[in-house]
């Protein structure tokens, strides 16, 4: 998983990327929320593809309720786990 991966060692994850990929990618990590590799739209779509899976394993379902989200997770063995933030 990308998470298991110390944030100074990304750039292991995106061989034959220039080293600023790795920046790019730790901006995205952990600082900018995002549920899908296809939103990182500063890495090339190529590098998205790569990474989608071994970022994150679920296929997510939100709703937005005024001040409550809500997201539903679907991990690859079909288990579902569910996660609410009220406000």
Do not use: C
């Amino acid at each position: 998983m990308v998470y298991l991966t110390h944030p100074d060692s990304l750039n292991e994850l995106l061989p034959g990327q220039p080293d600023f990929r790795a920046d790019q990618f730790r901006a995205w990590l952990y600082q900018t929320p995002f549920l899908d590799a296809v939103d990182m739209t500063n890495l090339p779509l190529q590098v998205r593809e790569k990474i989608r899976s071994r970022l994150w394993p679920f296929e997510v379902e939100s709703a937005d309720e005024g001040t409550t989200r809500k997201w539903l997770f679907h991990a690859p063995d079909g288990a579902a786990v569910e996660a609410v933030l009220m406000g």
